[in-house]
C-alpha cells in the first residue's frame, strides 16, 4: 500500500465562491511549521507508514525533509547542536542504492525531530511570514457607477458647450 506524500490540505489553493458569483482560489489558513515537519517525520518514522518505493518518493521525502529543517533552523536558537548536525544532513545529496537512500531518510527525518524537539523546549514558536498590504479592490457596481457617472458628466459638458 502506498501513501500519498502530499495530504490534502497541502495539495493546493482551496476554491472559494468570489463576491461577484464566480469562483476563484484563496489560500488556505497557515499552518504551524512544527506540525508540518513532524507529519512529514511521521511518514518516515511511523511503524505503520511503509517505506517508499521507488527513488523518486525517497527524493520527494528527502526534499520535504530538508526543505523543514531550514525552516525551522530559521527560527532556532544558534547554539543548540541538533540544528548543526540537521544542516550538515541536509546539505549532503540522496545517497545511491537502496539501503544506503533508506538510512540517510531515516537520518534525516531523526534530525527533523530533533529540531522540532528544540523548538518546543525553547517555546520558541515559528515567524510568521510577512504579509502584503491588501489594496481595497471595489465592488464591480462601485466600477460600473463611476463609468456611468462619468460619462454622464461628460454628456451634460458636451451639451452645455456652444455651438459653431
Do not use: C
Not at 3 to 23: E, F, K
Not at 100 to 122: C, D, I, M, N
Amino acid at each position: 500500500m502506498r501513501l500519498p506524500l502530499t495530504s490534502r490540505r497541502d495539495a493546493g489553493p482551496r476554491v472559494v465562491p468570489s463576491r461577484q458569483g464566480g469562483t476563484g482560489a484563496e489560500r488556505g489558513p497557515q499552518r504551524d511549521r512544527a506540525v508540518a515537519a513532524m507529519e512529514t517525520v511521521a511518514l518516515v518514522l511511523d511503524e505503520d507508514s511503509p517505506l517508499p518505493e521507488s527513488t523518486g518518493d525517497v527524493e520527494e521525502l528527502a526534499r520535504r525533509l530538508r526543505g523543514h529543517i531550514g525552516q525551522l533552523g530559521a527560527v532556532v536558537p544558534p547554539g543548540v547542536s541538533a540544528l548543526r548536525a540537521a544542516q550538515q544532513l541536509a546539505s549532503a545529496g540522496v545517497p545511491d542504492g537502496y539501503m544506503p537512500s533508506r538510512v540517510h531518510l531515516v537520518k534525516l527525518a531523526e534530525a527533523a525531530q530533533a529540531l522540532v524537539a528544540a523548538v518546543k523546549a525553547h517555546g520558541m514558536v515559528p515567524a510568521k511570514p510577512m504579509r502584503r498590504r491588501r489594496w481595497w479592490r471595489p465592488q464591480l457596481n462601485v466600477l460600473h457607477g463611476s463609468v456611468f457617472a462619468v460619462a454622464f458628466a461628460l454628456l451634460a459638458l458636451a451639451a452645455s458647450a456652444p455651438r459653431a
